[in-house]
C-alpha cells in the first residue's frame, strides 16, 4: 500500500514522501497515528499545504533564532562558584546553572538547547555554544569565578 508520510519518520522517510508500506502497518499504525495519509489524489494536495505551511515557519524560527543569537552574542555570563585549596571547585557548571544566569538576565532559553560536552569543573572563561535551531547556533562567554 503507497502512503504519503506527514511527518519524518524515521524507518520510512521524510515529510511528504510516497512510501510502500504493508497493508496492516498503514491501516492500524501509521494512518491513526497520524503518520501517513493513503497515496490517493486528494490527500497529495493536503500534503503540500501542509508542507507550505511548515516552510513558512520554520522560516519564521530560523529569523527569530537568528535575531536572538545575534543579541546572544554580546553576552556574557559570571557564575560564582565555592571552591577549596587550590581554587578546587565543590560540584560543576551544569548547563541548568548557566540557563538561570541567562535568565537573572532577562534571556530565557531551554537548557537542552545550551551544549555542554561535560559539564564545567574548572575556574576561568568559556565559550559555550547555544543551538537555537537546527542551523543556528550562537556563542556566550561563561565566566566561572570563586565567590
Do not use: C
Amino acid at each position: 500500500m503507497k502512503i504519503i508520510l506527514r511527518q519524518d519518520f524515521e524507518k520510512l522517510g521524510k515529510f511528504g514522501d510516497i512510501v510502500e508500506v504493508k497493508p496492516g502497518y498503514a491501516r492500524n499504525y501509521l494512518i491513526p497515528k497520524n503518520i501517513a495519509y493513503p497515496a490517493k489524489p486528494n490527500f497529495i494536495k493536503i500534503v503540500e499545504e501542509e508542507k507550505k505551511h511548515k516552510q513558512f515557519k520554520l522560516l519564521k524560527a530560523k529569523k527569530q533564532a537568528e535575531e536572538l543569537a545575534k543579541k546572544l552574542e554580546s553576552v556574557s555570563v559570571t557564575i560564582s562558584v565555592s571552591v577549596g585549596e587550590e581554587d578546587k571547585m565543590f560540584g560543576s557548571v551544569t548547563s541548568q546553572d548557566i540557563a538561570k544566569a541567562l535568565e537573572e538576565q532577562g534571556i530565557e532559553i531551554d537548557r537542552r538547547k545550551i551544549v555542554l560536552e561535560e559539564p564545567i569543573k574548572e575556574l576561568g572563561i568559556y565559550s559555550v555554544p547555544i543551538k537555537l535551531h537546527p542551523e543556528v547556533e550562537a556563542k556566550i562567554k561563561v565566566w566561572v569565578v570563586k565567590e
